[in-house]
């Protein structure tokens, strides 16, 4: 079926509960045109998801929705539909409810697909794309997963702006932070991730996003780091440059006080001589009379 559809202009199959187990998929006859796949109340396992992948992989895919409800995925098949979709920018639709097999465990690994938390990095290079996902209620996962797809359906897939929002609204809040390190299993300071000479612009981004209270956690915390980052060494060298560029100027400032002076005492002794020589001359004519 699906290599009779890889020129088909067909866009959307459905095949619900048509008892099917397994899947190949022939990466040479991809469909070109399906955007939607529907296979709900089947018996798709982690073998499945391995095919299905080859649907989700590379520039070329047009899969846009992907139903995979009642069916017998578990957190391997998760692990492998998650890797797939690490760098996908088609798929906007994502259900996995009725699998009863996925644990914490795999609802996680969907959580850190849409918002990776262990550094800002993996939080920028996080599926900004999908903008449903959904699998059998955990009330916490699920909060966090609707909060990171709204960011991406806010931004509209412009990938820069909803990274730089997820950035700003889970690693620059000390509290979404928290519960996110948490469920993900992270632990290590955030502001190690920033440059100092970017501290004052991430700063300003919690001030203007989170309030002052926030702004204040965030200096309280990254004041450390800023501090530890700092070359000791080169400061000294700086200090002492600065200290030898004043003395230099000092000395030149002595230096041309010091011609004045000369100026002047040379000017005081050839006026001290003129006033000697015209005494001398008026003792003399007092004599001669």
């Known amino acids: 079926m699906f290599r009779a559809l890889r020129d088909s202009p067909i866009e959307e199959l459905y095949c619900n509960r048509c008892g099917i187990e397994s899947i190949e998929i022939d990466t040479e006859h991809i469909p070109k045109h399906l955007t939607w796949l529907s296979l709900i109340g089947n018996i798709i396992n982690a073998n499945g998801c391995h095919e299905l992948a080859k649907l ?57 697909l849409v918002c990776n938390i262990s550094s800002i990095e993996s939080t920028l290079q996080s599926n900004h794309t999908l903008r449903d996902l959904w699998f059998k209620t955990d009330e916490e996962i699920q909060r966090h997963i609707d909060i990171a797809v709204r960011i991406n359906n806010r931004n509209d897939y412009n990938q820069e702006a909803a990274g730089r929002e997820k950035v700003i609204q889970t690693q620059l809040h000390s509290g979404t932070r928290a519960a996110l390190c948490r469920l993900q299993g992270i632990d290590h300071v955030v502001y190690g991730d920033i440059s100092p000479l970017h501290l004052p612009e991430v700063l300003s981004s919690i001030g203007r996003s989170h309030g002052q209270g926030e702004l204040y956690n965030a200096l309280k915390s990254s004041i450390a780091g800023v501090i530890s980052t700092v070359n000791m060494k080169k400061c000294i060298q700086q200090l002492r440059d600065y200290h030898e560029a004043k003395i230099a100027e000092h000395r030149a400032e002595v230096h041309n006080l010091n011609a004045k002076l000369a100026a002047m005492e040379e000017k005081e002794e050839a006026e001290g001589y003129a006033v000697d020589d015209e005494i001398e001359s008026r003792s003399n004519k007092r004599r001669r009379k």
Do not use: F, H, M
């Not at 009642?70 to 994502?94: F, K, M, R």
């Open 56 to 112: 989700l992989q590379g520039g070329d895919s047009t899969l846009k929705d992907l139903y995979l409800t009642d069916n017998t995925i578990d957190d391997e098949g998760v692990a492998i539909l998650v890797a797939a979709l690490q760098n996908n920018t088609s798929l906007t639709a994502l259900s996995l409810r009725g699998n009863d097999a996925i644990s914490k465990q795999g609802k996680v690994s969907l959580l850190r």
